[in-house]
């Protein structure tokens, strides 16, 4: 694939993981063994203050240790150390970054604030970034499992896009065992910058991904993701459930990644008018795949 501002995200040279650890079970662990047991075919920079070694690894106590350009962050550590973190990112130069930690503006003001000041960090040094609250982004064709879901994917032409990081470890949970592969599968979280709009921009030039399933709970910015929505529609198949039908299920997503869910019938139609289909559940949605 050619220059797209993605590309870092997607098809990174060099990864480092701020928080890999040794601890079982934890999410840095969890990330970094996820890199190294799916053989990522760039380079692999695990990043804690207090080890040398980590899962039999030179470990890097800050980024500015490390020589050589990463271009791809993953960041499983504390909410209030995530905005220094990207501070340091910046200054070397980082061009995108997952932040998988929880306890931003979905907590509280609090939450809100760091928030915020994440957002701000990012803008000055033009970081793009997936998250925060989210499951991480999986690209099996390059080894890529920035994630802290317990296994991997096998490489297929399905890419699948989704706000909600446990509904992605339960249709990658249905996929292995249903012998299905992903080209991506991408866990949004909050979109505090990288939507659905900018997602679908990849996407839909994406040799390896020939259609395309989301599951939205929220919409940000409605005119940038109408957009894109059309244009992926025009050359490659798109199927979505979006939750909100009722209101108990609009309470419930707010809730979770503190987005505004628009009105379901404007909805509806704006995505009939798109070529889209709009499924009802996310069985409808796996079904739907065979068609795509």
């Not at 970081?127 to 879901?149: E, H, K, Q």
């Not at 409605?222 to 025009?234: E, G, K, P, V």
Request: aromatic share 6%.
């Amino acid at each position: 694939m050619g220059k797209h501002y993605l590309n870092p995200l997607f098809a990174p040279r060099s990864v480092a993981v701020f928080g890999a650890s040794d601890r079982p079970d934890s999410v840095g662990q969890i990330v970094f063994q996820n890199m190294l047991q799916c053989g990522f075919k760039g380079k692999l920079y695990p990043i804690n203050a207090k080890n040398t070694e980590i899962q039999g690894q030179r470990a890097y106590k800050s980024i500015g240790e490390i020589s050589e350009p990463v271009e791809l962050v993953v960041v499983a550590t504390p909410p209030q150390t995530v905005p220094g973190i990207l501070e340091e990112c910046g200054l070397q130069g980082v061009k995108a970054a997952i932040i998988i930690t929880a306890g931003f503006g979905e907590a509280g003001s609090e939450g809100a604030a760091l928030e915020k000041e994440l957002v701000e960090v990012a803008r000055r040094f033009k970081i793009r970034l997936i998250g925060p609250n989210c499951l991480g982004v999986m690209r099996p064709s390059i080894g890529l499992n920035a994630t802290f879901n317990k296994g991997g994917s096998n490489t297929g032409s399905i890419a699948f896009v989704s706000q909600s990081g446990a509904l992605c470890t339960a249709i990658l949970d249905w996929a292995q065992s249903n012998d299905v592969g992903f080209s991506s599968v991408v866990s949004l979280g909050s979109s505090t910058d990288v939507d659905f709009g900018e997602i679908l921009d990849y996407l839909v030039s994406d040799p390896l991904t020939s259609s395309i399933l989301m599951y939205i709970e929220g919409i940000r910015n409605a005119r940038s993701f109408m957009s894109a929505l059309r244009a992926a529609a025009r050359i490659k198949p798109v199927i979505l459930v979006k939750v909100g039908r009722h209101a108990a299920g609009s309470k419930a997503a707010m809730s979770h990644t503190a987005s505004l869910v628009g009105a379901d019938d404007v909805f509806d139609a704006a995505v009939s008018r798109a070529g889209v289909v709009r499924v009802k559940t996310v069985t409808q949605l796996l079904s739907g795949r065979n068609s795509a």
